[in-house]
């Protein structure tokens, strides 16, 4: 199996709103006490506009499977470790090192490998090495104006290659809500859908769609970059719906902003994808990551600007 991710997203700038405003004095925390570390905020005193926090993926209009559900089976390792040849959860080999660091994380990659955790049936103990994702936010992140991206979110620490560092959830929406809800936004709306493509066997693809937009998590404040620092993996732990986890790309330092394609592609191969147009005819919108190798355009997957098949639905 193969991710790929292809969905155009945006920066935005969204004011501050009153609600979330706070005093310089008290400390802004954009997760609202559900993750395992605070969120700040800076400059001090602002914040963005209001959205409901969640760590997890929720299920939205259309959605097939609840990402709530438990639906794998879980492995029987008792009194040995998770090793490949005997964990059912690591038929594809081992995840993580003894560091807790993705292992293969080279940069010579092209697509991300699947990767399967232990989940709450398994027998094996919650200091099981093949539990990274599940376990949440393990760096200080915070949440910071930029000049031309409006919000991004950046480190407050060291983060080693290879570290899991946050996800990007939000809503898990049907292809037709997809459609709706691009087709409801205008040149000056934040776009926060992505979509996940997944190759499976037999040529089949897997589609995942999620939508922080109302309903996320602090992944909704990444911005892209054609020069990542993180590379997003679909993680599946106790659903069939991956959690798309954001992992470092190289040591990030303290206080460098976070980023990854929002195309999905490692090293930014460029395709002639890169130079479609949207199909009103507009330019794509323009990104300002600054990096040597900046291709001057978001990312977009054209396949969700095609004609709605239902034009009359609200």
Same mark, same amino acid.
């Given at each position: 199996?193969?991710?790929?991710?292809?969905?155009?997203?945006?920066?935005?700038?969204?004011?501050?709103? &009153?609600? &979330?405003?706070? !005093?310089?004095?008290?400390?802004?925390?954009?997760?609202?006490?559900?993750?395992?570390?605070?969120?700040?905020?800076?400059?001090?005193?602002?914040?963005?506009?209001?959205?409901?926090? +969640?760590?997890?993926?929720?299920?939205?209009?259309?959605?097939?499977?609840?990402?709530?559900?438990?639906?794998?089976?879980? %492995?029987?390792?008792?009194?040995?470790? %998770?090793?490949?040849?005997?964990?059912?959860?690591?038929?594809?080999? /081992?995840?993580?090192?003894?560091?807790?660091?993705?292992?293969?994380?080279?940069?010579?990659?092209?697509?991300?490998?699947?990767?399967?955790? %232990?989940?709450?049936?398994?027998?094996?103990?919650?200091?099981?090495?093949?539990?990274?994702?599940?376990?949440?936010?393990?760096? =200080?992140?915070?949440?910071?104006?930029?000049?031309?991206?409006?919000?991004?979110?950046?480190?407050?620490?060291?983060?080693?290659?290879?570290?899991?560092?946050?996800?990007? !959830?939000?809503?898990?929406?049907?292809?037709? /809500?997809?459609?709706?809800?691009? =087709?409801?936004? +205008?040149?000056?709306?934040?776009?926060?859908?992505?979509?996940?493509?997944? =190759?499976?066997?037999?040529?089949?693809?897997?589609?995942?769609?999620?939508?922080?937009?109302?309903?996320?998590?602090?992944?909704?404040?990444?911005?892209?970059?054609?020069?990542?620092?993180?590379?997003?993996?679909?993680?599946?732990?106790?659903?069939?719906?991956?959690?798309?986890?954001?992992? !470092?790309?190289?040591?990030?330092?303290?206080? /460098?902003?976070?980023?990854?394609?929002?195309?999905?592609?490692?090293?930014?191969?460029?395709?002639?994808?890169?130079?479609?147009?949207?199909?009103?005819?507009?330019?794509?919108?323009?990104?300002?990551?600054?990096?040597?190798?900046?291709? !001057?355009?978001?990312?977009?997957?054209?396949?969700?600007?095609?004609?709605?098949?239902?034009?009359?639905?609200?």
């Amino acid at each position: 199996m193969l991710a790929e991710t292809v969905e155009e997203r945006c920066s935005f700038a969204m004011a501050a709103s &009153e609600e &979330e405003s706070e !005093a310089p004095t008290k400390q802004l925390d954009v997760a609202r006490g559900l993750e395992n570390l605070p969120v700040s905020v800076w400059p001090p005193g602002a914040g963005p506009g209001p959205f409901q926090y +969640t760590p997890d993926h929720i299920v939205g209009p259309g959605a097939d499977i609840d990402p709530t559900q438990i639906t794998f089976p879980g %492995c029987i390792c008792v009194k040995t470790p %998770c090793l490949p040849d005997t964990c059912s959860c690591l038929r594809h080999g /081992e995840n993580y090192d003894d560091n807790s660091c993705l292992r293969d994380l080279g940069s010579e990659a092209k697509y991300a490998e699947p990767v399967f955790e %232990c989940n709450v049936l398994c027998q094996c103990s919650d200091l099981c090495r093949n539990r990274v994702v599940q376990k949440g936010l393990q760096f =200080h992140l915070q949440v910071f104006k930029t000049d031309k991206k409006g919000w991004g979110l950046r480190t407050l620490e060291l983060i080693p290659k290879g570290k899991f560092v946050c996800e990007y !959830a939000g809503e898990i929406l049907g292809f037709s /809500e997809v459609q709706r809800r691009i =087709h409801l936004q +205008t040149i000056y709306d934040s776009n926060y859908i992505i979509a996940i493509k997944e =190759h499976v066997y037999s040529g089949q693809i897997m589609e995942t769609f999620v939508d922080p937009t109302y309903v996320g998590n602090v992944g909704r404040f990444l911005n892209h970059s054609c020069e990542p620092n993180l590379l997003m993996i679909p993680v599946r732990i106790d659903s069939m719906v991956p959690k798309l986890a954001l992992f !470092a790309a190289k040591d990030i330092l303290p206080e /460098e902003e976070l980023s990854y394609d929002y195309s999905g592609r490692f090293l930014n191969l460029t395709g002639s994808e890169d130079k479609e147009r949207l199909d009103n005819g507009k330019l794509k919108k323009p990104c300002y990551c600054g990096t040597k190798l900046c291709t !001057a355009f978001l990312p977009f997957d054209s396949s969700l600007y095609c004609p709605m098949k239902n034009p009359n639905i609200n």
